[in-house]
Structure formats: structure tokens, C-alpha cells
């Protein structure tokens, strides 16, 4: 019988992070949460959740050690999921947070979402699929996803952009770089089609 994959969804005490972990376990993966720098780097596959302000992310971030091995996870070529803040923190800076220094796997900026609409955006969108992802694979041109957010990614390569929304603009929201996939959307929440993209997050890990 084949094992499930691996994931490591980063502990480092910010918000809900159970919730990604339960709905990864849910879609077959054996998810565990996780500071232990040798369990993350024998997983199969990198996930890292966020709920919160940017900056106080990021130090929490640091302060757990999971810095270098963030990175290391990057940089190994196996699969790797940001999610919410946690896709913020994949970006170089913040205008939340100006002085705290991101990740800066997707080089650019997190701006904050104009004040003609309500902020936070609270709601389910319906997304615009950009181009094709194995991560949407039969989810359709236009899935639904649950958000709740005050600011979006604006990478410096507008080809990492893999999914926008409208929103009072257009907002990008899904981003690809290399083996990083990150998602300003919460899968988690987001019913079927979120539990259909963790599916092909799971599928991509077991192939890698």
C-alpha cells in the first residue's frame, strides 16, 4: 500500500494553523505541525499558513527558527503551499508592516486593497484563472473561494500572477514561481473546490 506524503505545515504559533493541517489530512496527506527542522526537510511537501499582521508573522516566524528552513524548503524544489499571510510572507515587503523584511521568494510588494470597497474582503469570489496550474486542474475557469483580507500581492513578474478576483479592482490573488504556489484565498474554508486544490497539492507531492 502506498504511504501518504509527507507535509510539513510550519508551527510557529500564529493563528489557526490546525485548520490547514486537519483539511490536508482530509485529502489524504499525512500533515503534521511542526518547528523540527529535520521533519521539514524530509517531508515531502512545505505548507505555510497564516492569519494576522505581517510583520508580527514574520517575527514569529523568526523567533520559532523556521527562517533558514523556510528557505531551505524553497530552494529544494518540492512542493511548497503558502496560504493567506502566509503567501504574504512569501513577498519581499509589506505596506502593512514597511519596516519588516519578507521572505522574498516572490520578489514585489503587498499593498493594501483600495478604500472604495470594505476592508477587509470577506466574502467568497469567484476566481479568474489566468493560465493553466496543476494546481487547478478540475476546478474550472472560475472557481469560488472564501477570502478575508485587507491586502494582495503585487509580484515584480506579473507572470508569478496565477489567479485574480474582482474586487472594487482587479486583485491578484493565486501566484506561481517555480515549485511555490501561495494563495491569498483559504482553501481550508473553501468547501470543495479548496479541498480539490489541497488534492492537487497532495497528488503533486506524492509525484515529486
Given at each position: 500500500m502506498t504511504q501518504p506524503p509527507r507535509i510539513a505545515v510550519l508551527d510557529y504559533g500564529i493563528g489557526n494553523l490546525r485548520s490547514a493541517q486537519k483539511a490536508l489530512e482530509r485529502v489524504g496527506a499525512h500533515a503534521v505541525l511542526t518547528t523540527s527542522h529535520s521533519q521539514i526537510d524530509?517531508?515531502?511537501?512545505?505548507?505555510?499558513?497564516?492569519?494576522?499582521?505581517?510583520?508580527?508573522?514574520?517575527?514569529?516566524l523568526r523567533s520559532a527558527?523556521?527562517?533558514?528552513?523556510?528557505?531551505?524548503?524553497?530552494?529544494?524544489?518540492?512542493?511548497?503551499?503558502?496560504?493567506?499571510?502566509g503567501m504574504q510572507m512569501l513577498f519581499t515587503r509589506s505596506e502593512e508592516d514597511p519596516e519588516a523584511k519578507g521572505l522574498n521568494v516572490i520578489p514585489g510588494d503587498v499593498r493594501w486593497i483600495s478604500t472604495s470597497v470594505p476592508r477587509p474582503q470577506m466574502q467568497w469570489n469567484q476566481l479568474d484563472v489566468i493560465y493553466p496550474d496543476s494546481?487547478?486542474?478540475?476546478?474550472?475557469?472560475?472557481?469560488?473561494?472564501?477570502?478575508?483580507?485587507?491586502?494582495?500581492?503585487?509580484?515584480?513578474?506579473?507572470?508569478?500572477?496565477?489567479?485574480?478576483?474582482?474586487?472594487?479592482?482587479?486583485?491578484?490573488?493565486?501566484?506561481?514561481?517555480?515549485?511555490?504556489?501561495?494563495?491569498?484565498?483559504?482553501?481550508?474554508k473553501s468547501a470543495g473546490a479548496g479541498l480539490a486544490l489541497l488534492q492537487n497539492f497532495v497528488s503533486m507531492a506524492v509525484s515529486s
Open positions: 524530509a517531508a515531502d511537501a512545505v505548507v505555510l499558513p497564516g492569519v494576522g499582521a505581517f510583520g508580527a508573522c514574520m517575527d514569529a527558527d523556521l527562517e533558514e528552513v523556510t528557505l531551505r524548503a524553497v530552494n529544494s524544489g518540492k512542493p511548497f503551499l503558502g496560504i493567506c499571510v494546481m487547478f486542474e478540475g476546478l474550472g475557469q472560475k472557481p469560488w473561494m472564501y477570502f478575508v483580507h485587507s491586502l494582495h500581492g503585487v509580484p515584480d513578474n506579473n507572470t508569478h500572477v496565477a489567479a485574480t478576483v474582482q474586487y472594487g479592482e482587479q486583485l491578484n490573488v493565486a501566484f506561481r514561481k517555480d515549485n511555490v504556489f501561495a494563495t491569498q484565498f483559504h482553501p481550508e
